[in-house]
Structures are given as C-alpha cells and as structure tokens.
C-alpha cells in the first residue's frame, strides 16, 4: 500500500534544497515541478511497464552468473578465504567470511566486464539514449546531458571524464549539477557487488538500485537547480565519448587495471573512514547520556523526519534513519551490509524497498574527498571552487535519493 507521506516528501524535498539555494529569486518552480513529474513518470514506467519485471528477473539471473564465475576464479586465487573448503572447523558463524576475499573480487569482474562492453558500444548507446532524453525534457547542455546521463553507469569521477574536454567550459550551475548527479548514483562496477549484498532481504535486488539511479537523475538535476540555479551556456551538441582501447581484450585489461585501483581504494577508505569514526565514536561516548552516542547515530537523528517523509512508516524510521547515517558517515558499502544483516522484523519489505533506493547514492563524506581530489586534478584552477560547492553536492545527493526512494513508496 503506497505511503500517503511519500507525496509529501515529494514536495518537501525540493524545498529543503530551495531554501539552502544560493539564489532563491534563480530558482523555476517550473523547472522543478516537471523534474517530480519526470520521476513520478519514470517509477511508474519502470516499475510497471509489462515486461520490465521479466528483464529484471534476466538481469538477477546475470547477476547469479557473474557472482558464480567471481567466485571460482577468487577460490582458485585465495582458497577458503574467498569461499573454498575449510582446512578448519568454523566456530563462529559467519566468522569465515572475509569481506577482501568473498566481496571486492566482484569489483574487478565488473569493472572488466563494463569496459569490454564500453569498447564494443553497448554503453555508449545506453548512454547516448539517455543523455537525448535527459536534454529534451531539462533543456540543459549536451555535455550536461551526458554527464547526467553517464553517470548511471560510470562513477563519481569516471562520469564527468567522459566529458573532459567540455569540464573547463561549464558554468557553475552545470559543474554542480554534474556533481550532484554523481552524487546520487552508483556506479555500474559496484551495483551488481550491492545487489549481491541486498539480494537475500530484497529479492531482485539489481533491478531496484539500477531504477534507482536511473530515477535519481531527474531528481539530483531538480536538487541542483534548486540549490545552485543557473543557465547553461556550454555546448548543445551530446558528445561522442572517445575510443581509446584497441580492442576488446585491451578493454578487458584496462578495465582489469582500474578495477584493481578501485578495490584498493574501496579497502584502504574502509579502513581509514572506520578507524576515523570510531576515533570520533569514542569521544562522543564521554558524553553523559544513557546510551551511546555515535556519529552515525547523530546523523540518524537528523534523518528521521526523512526517511519518513521518503515513505518508511515512523515505527520502523529510526532504523531505517540509522541506515541513513552509517551511509552519510561511512558509505552505502557498509550501509547495504547492515541492511542486510537486519533481523527479517527490524523493516517491512515496503520500507526495504525505500531503504535500499534511499541508500543507492554515492552522497558521503568519503565521496565528498573523492570529487574533490578527483575532478581537482582535471580542473587546478577551479578547485577551490569544486571545494565550495562538494558539501551542497552531498546534501543534494542525499535529498536526491530520498525523492526517488518517495517516488518508489508511491507507486512501487
């Protein structure tokens, strides 16, 4: 049954990032209102058109595939420490699953696997697809569009480089809409690993985080503009990515190389963000209160109202507002393994539908450092500036995720 608050939140969202835009008088009601109908209309295409359950289902089934295939040539690698036969008796339950071994081999598959089909023209067609809707419906600029567009597939800094040549000519409106696009999505490499995660709470699990980011980029193109408003004056045309690999098995390699990178960063942030947050946890435990306070719990506290504006009954909110936290705090990684390791009575299945959409962004602290750095590199001169706006990134990204996760509770 559709969550009456959910329509609420609907328009709450978009006012909340209203009332922190830098200039509110910028701000189109128009534009906005049509950004809440694209997303409305979107859910109920893809979470109703006849045959879009069935490719879904398809999608699962490839899923099972590859994480079948990860996992035979991790056992070969690794042994019992990515699932292979014991030379030991398990005491604990659970004890022998090592996150290193059994959970980011499947990033390098992925990353393989997206680059091959980059090289071959499957994704760029995807993209280009995309990237004409989003551009005839928002009016923005053809490298927006497709930056937009990209970045269901690409992630947070991989998105905008498709754009490179077009990243120095982008006002200011443009560069923080990108941001925010990037910010409220997965990338393809990592929706197949959180998928495999969700999977076993939310039975097709693939085909609601891939409808949530597809969702979620009208609605973080309406947070922008409500939070940064202005006029695109850059280029109209949609770019053609360029080619760079000679072929598919140089696609295959590259793809095998920035995988690795990425597993490396994805273990090396863990790492640091939970030693930093328990630093952080510790101190907070000196405060005189009758339980202990964390910063994901804090976090959690801001995000109930949210969430329940998102469409999770109050009962279940401060759960589902935690979830929230440990995403904003640490990042969805280890929030989709928290949801995971609920008891089946903490959420109902309708509000783990609208916790996973919620969670399906790349909108934390850690990402925040990421784009930073990352789109810093591409643009030394305009750093400070990427600087000023990262944390109105994260926010947006945030309220972004939150609309599509209302839109799921409406018509879901």
Known sequence: ????????????????????????????????????????????????????????????????????????????????????????????????????????????????????????????????????????????????????????????????????????????????ALMVCGMSTVAGTVMVLYASLVEPVLPGALGWILIASVISVPAALTMAHAMVPGDDATDSAIPEPDQTDANAIDAMMRGTTEGTRMVIDIAATIVVLFATVHLVNRGLAWLPTDTPTTAQGLAGLVFRPLVWLAGVPWAESAVAAELMGTKTILNEFVAYMDLAALPDTALSSPSRRVVVTALCGFANLGSLGILVGGLGSVLPDRRSELAGLAGRAVIAGSLATLSTAAVVALVG
């Open 1 to 176: 049954m559709p969550a009456p608050q959910a329509l609420l939140g609907l328009l709450v969202f978009p006012a909340l990032a209203w009332a922190l835009s830098t200039d509110r008088r910028g701000v189109s009601p128009r534009r906005l209102a049509t950004g809440v109908v694209v997303q409305l209309a979107l859910g109920a295409v893809l979470l109703h058109l006849p045959g879009v359950e069935t490719a879904l289902l398809g999608l699962n089934k490839g899923v099972l595939l590859i994480e079948e295939a990860t996992g035979e040539g991790a056992r070969f690698m690794f042994g019992y420490l990515a699932g292979g036969e014991q030379p030991f008796e398990e005491r604990s339950p659970g004890g022998a699953f090592i996150v290193a071994f059994r959970v980011l081999p499947l990033v390098l598959v992925v990353s393989a696997l997206s680059a091959v089909l980059h090289h071959v023209g499957v994704i760029p067609v995807l993209v280009r697809m995309l990237a004409k809707g989003v551009q005839k419906v928002f009016r923005t600029s053809g490298p927006l569009a497709f930056g937009a567009a990209a970045s269901v597939f690409f992630g947070i800094i991989e998105g905008p480089l498709l754009v490179r040549p077009w990243l120095s000519k982008l006002t200011r409106s443009e560069l923080f």
